[in-house]
Structures are given as structure tokens and as C-alpha cells.
């Protein structure tokens, strides 16, 4: 069975930096691309970027770019994202989901995300 | 807000048909296939539809999607308590080459 599973919430200081991992099993992190995605409260969903399925490959909403970076582990079958100098409307549910490109295109599974907390 | 347009909320009562609208531009819902997914409280969103109509393995096909220019819906049919979460759209849009998203939509089960 596939699956994705999130390390636990976090709470950060404003101008501090969190990595949040996204453990795949059933499958292999590096045989499809993994997007990230985050909802802050009382906003929708927001995509972040993406990493190719062979660790390449990045791209990275605008918004964030210069502020995150996405890698993969092939040996812990983990993808991280690490976003850079938070403020507190950072603060959201992060979501890694794994992109789907042969029999569609979508992200067919998702973690069950990671709350993450900016506050002084 | 989000770039592609839900209602907030829907409701029903079980038994019932409802359907959730989800509404974009050219550069996405009308260019891209649309995705549904449900999330039920404190879990991972499941996908639902994919490619506009089409559903994984495991859905029930009171589950439908379809899509129509820029517009898209899904129809929830045979209405279920264990139905009530929220559902969101998504689409690839060119413009932003980039997810893009509905605000998503809570349904309640009367």
C-alpha cells in the first residue's frame, strides 16, 4: 500500500527555518516527482513546488522561491522541504503529495500533513 | 482567494444527490483535467476523480465527475453520513505551471 507519512507539527520563531520530511513506502521516493502544498488557516490550498523523481529537477512557485528548497533521500525514501526565514503567515498544514504522470496527471497520494507554527 | 471557486458548503440529506461545483479559466480547468479529492478531518486528502470523470480503484461510483469548458462538478449520489468531509478541485494551470486549487467545500449530511 502506498503511503506518505509526515513528521509531527512544529512551532518556529519568526526568521527561523523548518524541514518537514514526507516518508514514502510501498513504493520508491525517486520513481515519481513529489509536489508540496500548504493550507493556512482559513485559506485554501496552496501549491509550493516541485522535485522530480530523480532529484534534478525543482520548481518552485514563485512565491517561494529563494525561501524553500525540496530534496529527496533515496536511501531513507524520504523527501524533505525546508522552508527559510518564516513569518507567521507562514504558519499552515503542509502537505507532500506524490505526483502521478503515466496513467494521469494529479497527485494521487498526499501525507497526512504537518502543522507547522510561526510565533514569537 | 483560491483559484479556482467552490462554494464554501453543501449539504444533504442521506440518500440525496448533491453536487459541488468548481469553477477556473482557460489556463487551467479549461486546458487541464480536473482532480477531486475528499478530506475527512485530520487525514490525508484521498483523490477521488481524476482526469475529470474517471475514478480510482476502491471508489464507489456514487462518485462522479464531470467537466464542461471552464467549469467543472462533482456528484455525490446515495448520500452517506460517512460522506461528510470536505472536497476540493484541482487542475494544472499553464499559466502559473503550477497546481492550482478550490477553496474547497464542507458537506454536511443532514
Known amino acids: 500500500q502506498v503511503q506518505l507519512v509526515q513528521s509531527g507539527g512544529e512551532v518556529k520563531k519568526p526568521g527561523a527555518s523548518v524541514k518537514v520530511s514526507c516518508k514514502a513506502s510501498g513504493y520508491t521516493v525517486t520513481s515519481n516527482g513529489i509536489s508540496w502544498v500548504r493550507q493556512a488557516p482559513g485559506q485554501g490550498l496552496e501549491w509550493m513546488g516541485w522535485?522530480?523523481?530523480?532529484?534534478?529537477?525543482?520548481n518552485y512557485a514563485q512565491k517561494f522561491q529563494g525561501r524553500v528548497t525540496m530534496t529527496t533521500e533515496t536511501y531513507t525514501n524520504t523527501a524533505y522541504m525546508e522552508l527559510r526565514s518564516l513569518r507567521s503567515d507562514d504558519t499552515a498544514v503542509y502537505y507532500c503529495?506524490?505526483?502521478?504522470?503515466?496513467?494521469?496527471?494529479?497527485?494521487?497520494?498526499w501525507g497526512q500533513g504537518t502543522t507547522v507554527t510561526v510565533s514569537s | 482567494q483560491s483559484v479556482l471557486t467552490q462554494p464554501p458548503s453543501a449539504s444533504g440529506t442521506p440518500g440525496q444527490r448533491v453536487t459541488i461545483s468548481c469553477s477556473g479559466s482557460r489556463s487551467n480547468i479549461g486546458s487541464s483535467p480536473v482532480n477531486w479529492y475528499q478530506r475527512l478531518p485530520g487525514t490525508a486528502p484521498k483523490l477521488l476523480v481524476y482526469t475529470n470523470n474517471q475514478r480510482p480503484s476502491g471508489v464507489p461510483d456514487r462518485f462522479s465527475g464531470s467537466k464542461s469548458g471552464t467549469s467543472a462538478s462533482l456528484a455525490i449520489s446515495g448520500l452517506q453520513s460517512d460522506d461528510e468531509a470536505d472536497y476540493f478541485c484541482?487542475?494544472?494551470?499553464?499559466?502559473?505551471?503550477?497546481?492550482?486549487f478550490g477553496g474547497g467545500t464542507k458537506l454536511t449530511v443532514l
Open positions: 484541482a487542475a494544472w494551470d499553464d499559466s502559473l505551471t503550477g497546481w492550482v
Open positions: 522535485i522530480s523523481a530523480d532529484n534534478d529537477n525543482t
Open positions: 503529495a506524490r505526483e502521478e504522470a503515466t496513467v494521469f496527471h494529479g497527485l494521487d497520494v
